[in-house]
């Protein structure tokens, strides 16, 4: 097994206690949702104040959904956020997103290109419902893994992420839904299991 480090990101996080707790476990990165359909969105002023609030211990990612690629970006470039993480664009949105801001992470379902191949600096691979938290079939990234560097998303948390990683052998893992007491509401104690279990190697 490749001995990189995972990468861990904690997404959906709506106050500065929630970043405290995610940073303070160990994430790499601590995603902020601009999406209004979402039960953990947070309008871009708050992102911006959270994103202060990591001071710098984390990247910081906003992600968007349902914006076009101008919009998105003036989201994230409001929020003074690291990354700019899109949903749901076609290739053209994304390589105009990608024109106007420095650092783009593509989030796609499966078999949906190879890492860089419209000009993202990462993919997330996300299940068939994105945020929904439903899980889905590892065994169908055996015959479709994406080359590159790509984070895998989608009914993850503290019980099933070891196993996850062991068996799909991503780059890194995101979490949401999975860490959460009710939709949009972050639990301490799963981040910090979710973390640990991790980074079991």
Wanted: aromatic share 4%; with cysteine; charged share 25%.
């Amino acid at each position: 097994m490749n001995s990189t480090p995972i990468l861990v990101k904690i997404c959906g996080l709506r106050t500065a206690s929630d970043v405290d707790v995610a940073v303070g476990s160990g994430a790499d990165a601590v995603g902020f949702v601009i999406a209004e359909k979402s039960p953990r969105f947070v309008d871009a002023e708050t992102a911006r104040r959270l994103v202060e609030h990591v001071a710098g211990r984390a990247t910081t990612v906003v992600v968007t959904k349902g914006l076009s690629p101008e919009d998105a970006v003036a989201a994230a470039v409001a929020a003074s956020c690291d990354v700019l993480q899109v949903h749901g664009f076609d290739r053209p949105e994304v390589e105009r997103a990608v024109a106007l801001f420095p650092r783009v992470w593509r989030a796609t379902a499966l078999g949906d290109g190879d890492v860089g191949s419209w000009g993202e600096e990462l993919l997330l691979i996300d299940s068939p419902r994105p945020g929904s938290g439903e899980r889905w079939d590892l065994g169908a990234l055996h015959d479709h893994r994406p080359g590159g560097r790509w984070v895998l998303a989608g009914g993850l948390d503290p019980t099933n992420v070891r196993h996850a990683i062991v068996t799909a052998r991503p780059s890194g893992v995101d979490v949401s839904s999975g860490v959460e007491s009710a939709p949009g509401v972050k639990d301490d104690d799963l981040v910090r299991a979710f973390v640990s279990e991790a980074r079991f190697r």
